[in-house]
Nanobody, 122 residues
Framework: VQLVESGGGSVQAGGSLRLTCAAS????????MGWFRQVPGKEREGVAS????????YYADSVKGRFTISQDVVNHTMWLQMDSLKPEDTATYYC?????????????????WGQGTQVTVS
């Protein structure tokens, strides 16, 4: 499975960005997709996840109510709509796919990762 993120950039606090993750390859091997983020010197942090089968979603408390994860299963595409962005949302955002368990965001449960896209909020 190959994952390619796009849509990162720089935005002022309170603004919005939409990240896109395009998946290709043997996507049937995965049951969930997610977004993680990481800043230098810190561990990778789970942001949101979605089950590819039923569309159930889960969010980290830090982004709940501001971020929305969605997917197009037919075209193997996932999005992360980020609204009301804060400076603390600044990070490299990674798309992930695997067999992540619902209602938690554990990086090691995701086998496939994109290259990351930078989001900077000032």
């Amino acid at each position: 499975v190959q994952l390619v993120e796009s849509g990162g950039g720089s935005v002022q606090a309170g603004g919005s960005l939409r990240l896109t993750c395009a998946a290709s390859g043997n996507t049937y091997q995965t049951t969930s997709m997610g977004w993680f983020r990481q800043v230098p010197g810190k561990e990778r942090e789970g942001v949101a996840s979605i089950y590819t089968g039923g569309g159930s979603t889960y969010y980290a408390d830090s982004v709940k109510g501001r971020f929305t994860i969605s997917q197009d299963v037919v075209n193997h595409t996932m999005w992360l709509q980020m609204d009301s962005l804060k400076p603390e949302d600044t990070a490299t955002y990674y798309c992930a796919a695997g067999k992540g368990v619902l209602f938690r965001l554990v990086a090691k449960e995701y086998t496939y990762w994109g290259q990351g896209t930078q989001v900077t909020v000032s």
